[in-house]
């Protein structure tokens, strides 16, 4: 059963050099106690449909579309029902969870925060809840953790704390933005550890933001491959692994170090001056005459979806 | 919370520092050091100063004179003043009242104001309706307080009438004092809320695009929430530096308002003590300046360690 749709969206920013189109035409869905990968390199509008859901872009960011979260359309209601919806509902992790802390509050504080902005709840509880998550998310003295300000931890330890404010109110959704972007190998490991425990105790559905194909793989069932703000495929993360089906993502996987480590040629292109036609034309070995000229639309294949005139 | 002894020691040095070149800077000034200890409009026979250099233990070694004059600190003497005739500490005592009446509800109530309202336009640093404001604030903070406080005495005093045209210099009733310090707290208050509107909304804006701000507002919190729960905390730091800084200025600060409503506080007893060169005042009100200083300065650094965790932890 899908409980977040996205119909059509588009983001467009207005910037002094010129308008950039951080997403087109996108449309997915997340299932309920789905964990779904939405993958592509940095600057491909991942964490620009992250923040679209939130509604935590910037003023110049011009968005149409729908997103429609259990029936309700996200860019429609008012700002006062998506504050209750944020967290509540759908609670984000940002890539860094030392910076997304306030210096200046104890992290016990900081979990038990949401309880007391979204529920009617006594100190007492509040403080029984927070120790509990801490214990859960590994912490081994979570009543002396409580007291703890975020420079004293680890990047790590304020990773787990930063999943424990995501599960103080048991979110529908969970969307995770590049989650282990600037952490060495032993670190992702915990944190592939940390997202399996979430999912026990949370059963929530997990929108996985990375560029990370090999945390994919781990933790997710459906992957999204982006391509400048475009979707270029989207199947279960089992067959793209087998047999990836656009030419942008047999590219990304031979990237992987177990694959050879080739990275793709070229460069990926400026976001203000973007190729016509399929974006990856002036990369891709198999281009034809009608990719410099047309987007291709989606192509259904096999249960995956690919945007692609290989498979017209 | 603990006290840092490193802390204490170095104000007790500051403070050590200042009170020796308070005595080393009249004996090392060119003349007679009675001189410079009497105040240059004081004449008087040379039996007489030879008298008066006996009783101020002007004959004495340099050491001993230290000793002495480190004696006389502990015991709140700062000498005698021949210009206004009285020991200097008591002279600046009557005086300081006057001035803590006029600057500490100014520094309060414009610590308010501004923190409050800057903070306000730098979470929306984009309305109009804010950017008028700053540029009202901004018209304030340049007029000097002196302008200020002609226009405002030509307009309510002379034009309207409402309040009196000079200071008082005995204290009346309740109502008589507010009736007199509406004026000049008014024009304190406007200058330094002005000052601090701008510190602050620079500072909230600062803040604002920073992470955690962002993330506060992905929890649920609604905007206000999101200012005065996690904004206004981290940006008020400068502020409170600040803030120090207006107490050290506290006897010095307000000369000029007080030369204009003729109130007898600090800043004119040190400007008439300038014209007539009478040291010791000079000296003495040097050196409660820089106790406030050092004292205000110690407060802040202590307020600083409860606020921001960081700093308690790094020393």
Wanted: contains cysteine; proline residues 5%; aromatic residues 12%.
């Amino acid at each position: 059963m899908e409980i977040l749709e996205i119909q059509d969206l588009n983001v467009k920013f207005t910037t002094p050099i010129g308008e950039v189109y951080a997403v087109n035409n996108a449309s997915f869905t997340l299932n309920t106690n789905e964990t779904l990968a939405l993958v592509g390199e940095t600057g491909c509008g991942k964490s620009v449909i992250a923040n679209t859901i939130m509604r935590l872009l910037p003023q110049n960011a011009e968005i149409s579309g729908n997103i429609f979260y259990k029936g309700n359309n996200l860019l429609k209601i008012s700002d006062r029902e998506m504050e209750k919806t944020r967290q509540q509902e759908i609670a984000i992790i940002f890539q860094n969870p030392t910076l997304s802390l306030n210096p200046l509050y104890k992290i016990g504080d900081q979990i038990s925060e949401p309880l007391f902005v979204h529920k009617k709840i006594s100190k007492k509880e509040a403080f029984n809840k927070t120790t509990k998550l801490l214990k859960t998310m590994g912490f081994q003295n979570p009543s002396k953790s409580y007291e703890m300000y975020p420079h004293q931890l680890s990047g790590g330890m304020n990773q787990r704390v930063i999943l424990s404010i995501s599960l103080t109110l048991n979110p529908s959704i969970i969307i995770a933005d590049e989650p282990t972007k600037g952490l060495d190998n032993e670190l992702v490991k915990d944190i592939v550890e940390e997202f399996k425990t979430v999912n026990k105790i949370n059963n929530s559905s997990l929108l996985l933001i990375t560029h990370d194909l090999s945390l994919a793989r781990e933790l997710s069932d459906r992957i999204i491959i982006m391509y400048s703000g475009d979707i270029v495929e989207i199947t279960k993360t089992e067959s793209f692994f087998k047999n990836p089906l656009h030419p942008y993502s047999k590219i990304l996987l031979n990237s992987l170090p177990e694959r050879g480590f080739n990275p793709p040629k070229g460069n990926s292109p400026s976001m203000v001056n973007i190729p016509k036609g399929c974006k990856f034309h002036p990369r891709c070995p198999h281009k034809k005459k009608i990719c410099s000229e047309k987007i291709p639309p989606i192509y259904s294949i096999d249960g995956g979806n690919v945007r692609c005139y290989l498979f017209q | 919370m603990k006290i840092h002894s490193k802390k204490i020691a170095r104000y007790s040095i500051a403070l050590f520092v200042i009170f020796s070149l308070n005595f080393i800077i009249p004996r090392l000034m060119p003349g007679d050091p009675i001189t410079n200890l009497l105040g240059e409009d004081y004449v008087m026979t040379e039996e007489s100063l030879q008298e008066l250099r006996e009783k101020m233990g002007l004959d004495e070694s340099l050491p001993i004179q230290y000793l002495n004059y480190w004696n006389g600190v502990f015991r709140f003497d700062f000498g005698y003043s021949y210009h206004f005739k009285g020991p200097v500490s008591s002279i600046i005592l009557s005086r300081m009242k006057w001035t803590l009446m006029l600057l500490i509800p100014s520094i309060l109530f414009s610590a308010i104001l501004g923190s409050l309202m800057g903070s306000l336009s730098g979470q929306k640093s984009s309305s109009n309706s804010f950017k008028a404001l700053t540029l009202i604030e901004l018209a304030f903070y340049s007029t000097p307080t002196f302008f200020l406080s002609l226009i405002f005495l030509y307009i309510f005093s002379f034009k309207l009438g409402l309040f009196p045209i000079k200071g008082f210099y005995y204290s009346g009733g309740i109502f008589d004092i507010l009736h007199h310090f509406f004026l000049p707290i008014s024009i304190m208050t406007i200058f330094l809320t002005s000052r601090n509107y701008m510190i602050m909304r620079g500072s909230v804006i600062q803040e604002k695009s920073k992470l955690y701000v962002v993330y506060a507002k992905a929890k649920g919190l609604s905007d206000r929430q999101v200012l005065f729960k996690h904004i206004f905390k981290n940006a008020s730091l400068p502020l409170l530096t600040l803030l120090a800084l207006d107490f050290g200025f506290i006897l010095s600060g307000a000369l000029f308002i007080e030369i204009i409503f003729s109130m007898n506080g600090m800043g004119n007893l040190i400007y008439e003590a300038l014209l007539s060169r009478d040291y010791p005042v000079l000296y003495g009100s040097f050196m409660i300046i820089s106790i406030m200083a050092v004292l205000a300065n110690a407060f802040v650094d202590f307020l600083y360690g409860i606020i921001d965790p960081r700093i308690s932890d790094s020393i």
